[in-house]
């Protein structure tokens, strides 16, 4: 039960942010911290790369939805990196394919959010 967090510079004001491991109520903190400082610096354009991650839980997607709501205060945008067909099922039981751009590629999210 752990989670890598990495934040790195995309193009343009887009910043990614790299999960890998898994994302629950023991690690969905860490997780939230990162988004945040970079929310509180002046970053709204994120990607939240899930492609390592192999699982998450309500508590996970908490922290997504939050940070969604808090980027599009400042007309930000969260973009999800997400292949893996589990992690996916999540977003589409859920409902929450509807309100995030879900893609396949880095290069994708990106363009999406330029």
Excluded: W
């Excluded at 903190?29 to 998450?56: F, S, W």
């Excluded at 945008?77 to 589409?92: A, E, G, M, W």
């Amino acid at each position: 039960m752990d989670i890598k967090v990495s934040v790195r510079p995309a193009e343009g004001e887009t910043n990614v942010v790299d999960l890998v491991g898994e994302i629950d109520v023991y690690t969905s903190p860490m997780v939230k911290d990162a988004i945040t400082q970079l929310i509180d610096e002046g970053h709204y354009h994120l990607i939240i790369n899930l492609e390592g991650v192999r699982y998450i839980d309500s508590t996970g997607l908490g922290v997504l939805i939050g940070a969604l709501k808090r980027v599009r205060e400042h007309a930000g945008s969260v973009s999800l990196i997400c292949t893996n067909p589990q992690i996916k099922k999540i977003f589409d039981i859920t409902g929450l394919v509807k309100i995030f751009g879900i893609y396949d590629s880095e290069q994708s999210a990106v363009k999406a959010s330029a």
